[in-house]
């Protein structure tokens, strides 16, 4: 079990804004930066967003990052099919890394 | 630009070893921290450890201390993990994935392809 709490599951229709939680404690997201992975099917897993807020060359706008006490958002703007993918947080906790147990994303 | 290549698919019978490695590209590989992090077969991601590219400083996972080691070759820009005492439990995707050394605030900014791990008798 995952100490970065996700919702399993998440949807939307196309041109929707869809939100992803991601619930951990004062160790880590209450403390540490939050970064953000796509994984779409059969392929690794890509940076979306990196300290909380940051998007990597090349991540569209649609998508950005927030941080609040010991929970972060994932928030993707004009939902595309292409945007079917799992979703994972992570953080850093004491000298380690974790993630979220991730979120699979249905565009309807 | 950042390449990370790792080795292919491998198939263990319970009880082996396996090593899987990643060649570092595009980058000076000693300014960087290597991770490891599994997926096992329709399953979220889980992070096993990291190298310090410059010093071959280790940090490893609670749960693979006792049977993971993560080993790099500088010369050849190339990072290791050798997992020992397979079970099936083993069987998934690894991946090695990049950060800056410390905390790394900027994630995991690069990725390699993954390597197959099948343990089965």
């Known amino acids: 079990q995952s100490v970065l709490t996700q919702p399993p599951s998440a949807s939307g229709t196309p041109g929707q804004n869809v939100a992803i939680s991601c619930s951990g404690s004062?160790?880590?997201?209450?403390?540490?930066?939050v970064s953000w992975y796509q994984q779409l099917p059969g392929a690794a897993p890509k940076l979306l967003i990196y300290?909380?807020?940051q998007r990597p060359s090349g991540v569209p706008d649609r998508f950005s990052g927030s941080k609040s006490g010991t929970s972060a958002s994932l928030a993707i703007s004009g939902l595309r099919f292409e945007d079917e993918a799992d979703y994972y947080c992570?953080?850093?906790?004491?000298?380690?890394?974790?993630f979220g147990g991730g979120t699979k994303l249905t565009v309807l | 630009q950042v390449q990370l290549v790792q080795s292919g698919a491998e198939l263990k019978r319970p009880g082996a070893s396996v090593k899987v490695s990643c060649k570092a590209s595009?980058?000076?590989?000693?300014?960087?921290?290597l991770h490891w992090v599994r997926q096992a077969p329709g399953q979220g991601l889980e992070w096993v450890g990291w190298?310090?590219?410059?010093?071959?400083?280790?940090n490893y996972a609670e749960k693979f201390q006792d049977r993971v080691t993560m080993t790099r070759d500088t010369s050849i820009s190339t990072a290791y993990m050798e997992l020992t005492r397979l079970t099936s439990d083993d069987t998934g995707h690894y991946y090695c994935?990049?950060?800056?050394?410390?905390?790394?605030?900027?994630?995991?900014?690069?990725w390699g392809q993954g390597s197959l791990v099948t343990v089965s008798s």
């Open positions: 994935a990049r950060t800056l050394p410390g905390r790394g605030s900027g994630g995991f900014d690069s």
């Open positions: 190298i310090n590219g410059n010093t071959g400083g280790t």
């Open positions: 595009g980058y000076t590989f000693t300014g960087y921290y």
């Open positions: 004062s160790s880590n997201i209450g403390s540490e930066y």
């Open positions: 300290r909380n807020n």
């Open positions: 992570a953080a850093w906790d004491d000298a380690h890394w974790l």
